[in-house]
């Protein structure tokens, strides 16, 4: 199973949307997918499920949320849930379902994170809490691919999230936010990747369970919510657009060059921002390219939802062949 997690120090660019749609697509090109919620907002479980389903397994009395699954490891009393959840979505996706209770963990992640350095135990079983607990998911669903969806932010829960992954792709707003997120976020890519191997030259010999290697290699960035016309970025966005490929060049790739040389080849996917077929989508509980005119689709909006179906598809594919090429 190939984990990828999606990352952006800037929020408000569509990425769990994106992450979403992905999970859907995945599926219909026959892989089977985990969708791990570890964003402690829980959006992504707000999209795959209604507010009754996901109010009934908050307050039930067996927390069936990746917050629960942890809670025996984190509260002194056992370790990960040894059969933890997956919340079946269709044949092929399984959900990890996220907690508003998991950013009650941030504190706890980040003290033990040095203790690594000590060979302490437990700071061992805390930091692969989530590497764990997807690979025991990903397991028992006989899973291809693990999508997990984080916040837009550089705490521990995403340091511990991003340890999991084997790739990160980067969402990006054609604006001067996201250029700036991508300042942040491939110099943090870097230093915890470092940070790791140096942590795993540490574990007791005592310890019996499997490191996760941390490589979260960038596997490039997609460009999301651009408005268009005639299928080209209206002016306004192009400024932002065309400054993207050298900064993350530098940024992400540590390989500086300027804006005139830099190349787009890290670029996955522009995604044009479906405004109108997202409400309807939400409203549906389903995603956008699988609208049909029962769901109150017409005219160009049938259109749109074929287009937004081709446009998902070359994004998975895309990936994938990113993914085997790595």
């Known amino acids: 199973m190939k984990t990828i997690a999606f990352f952006n120090n800037k929020g408000g660019v569509g990425k769990t949307s994106l992450v979403y749609h992905l999970a859907w697509m995945f599926g219909e090109l026959n892989h089977r997918v985990i969708a791990v919620d ?34 025996p490891l984190f509260d002194g009393v056992g370790d990960i849930a040894s059969n933890p959840h997956i919340e079946k979505i269709g044949d092929r996706i399984g959900l990890l379902v996220g907690d508003l209770a998991l950013s009650k963990r941030e504190d706890d992640l980040s003290g033990q994170w040095p203790k690594c350095m000590d060979g302490d135990q437990r700071a061992f079983r805390v930091t692969t809490a989530f590497a ?35 790739y990160v792709v980067i969402p990006l707003a054609p604006d001067l936010f996201s250029l700036q997120g991508l300042r942040n976020v491939g110099p943090t890519l870097t230093s915890w990747r470092k940070a790791w191997k140096e942590r795993i030259r540490k574990k007791p010999e005592t310890l019996d369970i ?5 490589e979260m290699r960038p596997l490039g960035y997609i460009i ?36 005139s040389d830099a190349s787009d080849e890290h670029r996955l996917a522009h995604l044009k921002d479906y ?30 939802a074929r287009s937004c179906y081709e446009d998902f598809q070359k994004l998975a594919e895309e990936i994938l062949q990113q993914v085997d090429k790595k």
Do not use: C
């Open 38 to 71: 570890l964003d402690p907002q829980a959006n992504l479980s707000g999209m795959f499920l209604d507010a009754d389903t996901l109010e009934k397994i908050w307050q039930g009395a067996d927390k069936k949320t990746i917050d629960g699954d942890i809670a």
């Open 275 to 304: 405004r109108s077929l997202m409400p309807m989508a939400q409203e549906a509980n389903k995603p956008m390219f699988m609208l049909k005119p029962a769901d109150g689709v017409i005219g160009a909006q049938q259109s749109a």
């Open 210 to 214: 499997s490191l996760p290697k941390g």
């Open 132 to 166: 764990r607990l997807i690979a025991s998911v990903g397991k028992e669903f006989k899973a291809d691919l693990a999508l997990v969806d984080v916040g837009p932010n550089l705490g521990a829960i995403n340091r511990t999230a991003l340890l999991a992954s084997d």
């Open 224 to 259: 999301m919510r651009h408005t268009t016309i005639l299928n080209r970025p209206v002016k306004a966005y192009l400024r932002w657009i065309e400054k993207i490929p050298a900064e993350y060049g530098e940024s992400v790739l540590g390989k500086a060059q300027s804006a």
